[in-house]
């Protein structure tokens, strides 16, 4: 880590237990008082530190989001991970989990199929965003001046015959996604792998996840998959109760515990 980077990062906890001055900073870290003011300039430019009338600096407001964006998306994997193991064991395929943040949709969670073809997807790693069937659930949960800022601004590989071929076409799909409720690539991003999935909604209704079951044609066709949405769809349902604190509905048989026929 550089030392520039290191003694920004070193004022944070400083200023965690309470208000301090530049003098206080400076002293704390060991450099010249100009040294220390570049820095905080530089963090109360991004929101991590706050000036106060008195001059004394105090965590910022961006750093408390960020924090809580942090929590939030640690507890739906949290939330979410026993129902993905219970969806794997019922149908044997790849489950993600994914959020949406910065920019990108990224993988959070993983369990791996059940047969020995494995996909090369891994948590912390962003998805094919034009494609792929948690980022079109996320993304189409945006608001419609936001949702066609980023089609517009997005390129558009083409990875595949079926990837999407460009904005409209993009729009056109999230439209269909918000209407239908669930989203699929079949074939968008590698043609021989195909996905399925279910949106997953916090307490104020928004989609801050979704979940996906992803297989080989070797494995299952495009249409055995797609005979899985009530399945991904309970789950995901499951999931969106105990994220946003809904009590849960009585169900004797949920379809998570039903052992779906998959080929060997």
């Known amino acids: ?59 910022g407001a961006r750093l408390f989001a960020l924090a809580q964006e942090a929590m ?26 994914a959020v949406h943040e910065e920019g990108e949709v990224v993988y959070i969670d993983k369990v791996e199929s059940r047969y020995p073809v494995r996909m090369h997807s891994r948590i ?15 993304l189409a949960d945006l608001p419609e001046a936001e949702r066609r800022a980023v089609a517009e601004r997005l390129d558009y ?15 056109a799909e999230l439209a269909r996604v918000r209407e239908q409720g669930w989203a699929s690539d079949l074939g968008g991003h590698e043609e021989s792998i195909n996905c399925l999935g279910a949106p997953i909604r916090g307490a104020d209704g928004r989609v ?25 769809l309970r789950t995901a349902e499951a999931i969106s109760r105990e994220y946003s604190g809904r009590p849960p509905v009585n169900d004797p048989e949920p379809l998570v515990r039903t052992r779906v026929e998959r080929h060997p």
């Open 208 to 232: 801050g996840a979704a979940l996906s079951v992803s297989a080989p044609n070797v494995v299952v066709s495009a249409e055995e998959l797609l005979a899985l949405r009530p399945l991904v």
């Open 124 to 138: 912390g790693k962003p998805v094919a965003i034009t494609v792929a069937a948690v980022a079109k659930l996320l």
């Open 1 to 59: 880590m550089s030392q520039t980077v290191d003694r920004a990062l070193s004022i944070l906890p400083l200023l965690a237990e309470g208000p301090a001055n530049l003098e206080q900073v400076a002293t704390r870290l060991g450099v010249h008082k100009s040294t220390a003011l570049r820095l905080l300039r530089t963090l109360h430019e991004h929101g991590m530190v706050y000036r106060q009338r008195d001059q004394r600096y105090r965590l």
């Open 157 to 171: 590989p083409a990875y595949t015959a079926r990837s999407t071929p460009n904005a409209n076409a993009y729009l």
């Open 72 to 97: 939030e998306q640690l507890d739906v994997r949290d939330i979410a991970h026993p129902h993905l193991v219970a969806l794997n064991e019922a149908c044997g395929h790849t489950v993600h989990l």
